[in-house]
C-alpha cells in the first residue's frame, strides 16, 4: 500500500538514510556561469495565469532574471491539481533548467491519495527552499448571499442537497479541509475540483458553487469589492489583510487551522552547487524589503528555508495527513 511505502520512507529520512539532498560544502560556489544548459530557466506553475500562485512564481521569476542574468519565464501547466506540472520536473533534465513551485498538496498530501501518481516526493526531485505559506480562505459568493459562517451553515440547512464545495484540485489542501468542514458540521457537499483559485472566485461570483476554498489572495479583491465573502480563514492569528474575518480556530473549527507552504524542487540528481546557487539566490529575493512587502499584499507569509529543511517538512506533513486521509476513508 502507498501509505506504507511512504511510511518506511520517512522513518529511512529520519535515521538519515536520504542522501545527496544537501552538500554542506559544495567544491566551490557556484555562479549563473556554470548553469551550461542553453535558453531559458523554466518555473513551473501548477495553477492558471491570473491566481496567487501564478503570482508568485512571476514575481520571483522576474527578480531570479535579474540576479542570475539571464532569461527565466513562468510555465504554466494546469490540471490534475497542479500536478502536471510536478511530473513535468520530475522528467526534465537535473542541469537546472528546469523548477517548479510545488506545494504541500502536490508533495505531501498527493502521495497519500493517488495510487497511481508518477512521481515520488522524497525519490525524484531536489529540495531547494521554501518560499512562502499562505492562509488558506474559505468563501462563499451570490448562491447564498451569505456574509458569515453561520449564514452560510443556515443557507446549508435550508438547501441540504444543494451545497457544492470548490478546490484547486482533487488531494489538494483546500480539497481536505472541505471534507472537515462536511465532517464537523454534518452538510452534505458535492466535491467540485478547478484549476486554480481564480476559477473558483468566478463561479463564486456567478452563483455556480456554494463556497470555494483558496489562498486569500485568490479571494481578496472580490472580497473588498462585495463580489464574494470570506468567512473564515486558517492560521492562529487574523489576517492583516482581513481583521474582520475570523480564524477556524475561533469559529470552533480547531481541525481546519494549519497553514500552506509552497517550495521551489528541481529534479533529482541536480548538483550540489547549482542547488546551493539557486537557493542562496532565491533566499536573496525573498530578502529584499521590497519583495517581501510585495507578496505580504498578496496575503503571502515569507518564510525562506535550507533545502534539507523544506525536505523535512514534506516528511512530516506526509505524516501529518496520512490520519486525515485515512478518517475521511480515501483510498489510494
Known sequence: MRVNIIKDRCRLFAAGVVAGITALCPAHSATAQDLKFQGPVKLYAGFAAG?????????????LKDRIGRAVVVENKTGAGGRIAVETVKSAPPDGSSLVLANISHMSIAPLIYADLPYDPLRDFTPISKVVEFQI???TGKQTG???MAAMLTW??????????????????P???GLELADATGHNLQHVPYRGGAPIVAALTQGDLTMGW???GDFLEQHRAGQVRIVGVTGVARSPELKD????????LEGIGTNGWIGIFGPAGMAADITALYHREFVGILNDPAIRTKLESFSFVVAGGKPDELQAQVVADLAKWKSVVVKADIKP
Open 51 to 63: 491566481g496567487q500562485s501564478d503570482i508568485l512564481a512571476r514575481v520571483l521569476a522576474d527578480k
Open 137 to 139: 480562505a474559505l468563501a
Open 146 to 148: 451569505a456574509q458569515d
Open 156 to 173: 446549508l440547512k435550508s438547501n441540504p442537497n444543494n451545497g457544492s464545495s470548490g478546490n484547486p484540485g482533487t488531494g489538494s489542501l
Open 175 to 177: 480539497h481536505l479541509y
Open 214 to 216: 483558496a489562498g486569500i
Open 245 to 252: 474575518v475570523p480564524t477556524f480556530g475561533e469559529l470552533g
